[in-house]
């Protein structure tokens, strides 16, 4: 599968992040991102998820008895404001008839290399949620009430390289000598899983990949999200706003190709005349007619 256009204005950044967060916030995407990541999901199918989760749209203040979307907004005194992507908790029915809730954060990264480990990054997300459940799930009375987070960090233009990795990070219990002495649940707060995507994969990741592509158009998309069963009818417009997206990068991009070609041109126009015809360089731009807001452009190849 071809990659994704590379963003070339804030502008288009913006609407790029908007799109993936509204796609991936669709409950048959969600769905099946929870089934692949969420462990307390795993005995649930995917349609069972989809009904646990059922109305789930990012922007849409759903509330119903398994799923909650939590404000995006997460502040704690002196340690500033954290924007995050999607952050949502769900009780999970288990197979004992009990609910398990495990709070999830979805993060959309567009930048693989941002200056930083996002491994670092989603371990500082933990630990925020964590510490916004203070009152809420848990106090100094009683820490067992603390709840698990997921933190997944889907990489929509990840390296080649990378491409297709699924990588989880969590706590783990290391025996130094005798046996185990606390149950998983007791240690087993937080999971980090990052997910890298470039081209087409398994049931997850080719419909992941297709619906975060910018450069497939929208009948190509179609056909493979229907080969996946997911019905997308409630974010159609955010896909073919994706793919409109991905038609404007190409065509800005070719706009600025012409105009650096054109540049480039000029210059050595300018410089046939100036050297073969000793003209000035105003007697050369005048001559070949070139308009003024290019001539500043030019201009600066000749001072330097």
């Given at each position: 599968m071809e990659t994704i256009n590379k963003i070339t204005t804030s502008k288009q950044t913006t609407m790029y992040d908007h799109?993936?967060?509204?796609?991936?916030?669709?409950?048959?995407?969600?769905?099946r991102i929870i089934k692949a990541a969420v462990d307390e999901a795993n005995h649930l199918n995917v349609e069972e998820i989809r009904r646990l989760i059922k109305g789930v749209h990012i922007g849409d203040l759903i509330v119903n008895p398994h799923f909650h979307l939590v404000d995006k907004k997460g502040f704690i005194k002196d340690e500033g404001m954290v924007y995050y992507d999607i952050l949502c908790y769900i009780d999970v029915p288990q197979e004992d008839g009990k609910n398990i809730r495990v709070y999830l954060n979805v993060e959309i990264q567009n930048n693989p290399y941002p200056g930083y480990s996002i491994i670092t990054r989603g371990y500082a997300y933990i630990s925020r949620i964590v510490s916004e459940q203070w009152g809420s799930e848990y106090d100094d009375k009683n820490y067992d009430g603390m709840k698990k987070v997921y933190s997944l960090w889907i990489m929509p233009k990840a390296p080649k390289r990378k491409d297709g990795y699924m990588n989880v990070y969590e706590t783990n219990e290391r025996i130094i000598c005798g046996t185990t002495v606390e149950e998983k649940e007791i240690y087993d707060k937080g999971v980090i899983l990052a997910i890298y995507l470039n081209k087409e994969h398994d049931e997850l990741l080719t419909p992941l990949t297709v619906l975060l592509n910018n450069v497939?158009?929208?009948?190509?998309?179609?056909?493979?999200?229907?080969?996946?069963?997911?019905?997308?009818?409630?974010?159609?417009?955010?896909?073919?706003?994706?793919c409109d997206l991905g038609k404007s990068i190409v065509l800005e991009a070719r706009n600025e190709g012409k105009q650096i070609e054109r540049k480039e041109k000029n210059i050595a126009h300018v410089k046939k005349l100036m050297i073969g015809l000793q003209m000035s360089f105003k007697e050369a731009i005048n001559l070949l007619e070139i308009p003024e807001k290019e001539v500043k452009e030019i201009e600066k190849y000749f001072q330097s």
């Open positions: 799109l993936c967060k509204m796609i991936i916030g669709n409950e048959e995407v969600l769905s497939l158009d929208y009948k190509g998309k179609q056909r493979i999200i229907e080969e996946y069963g997911l019905n997308t009818k409630k974010i159609e417009s955010e896909v073919k706003d994706m």
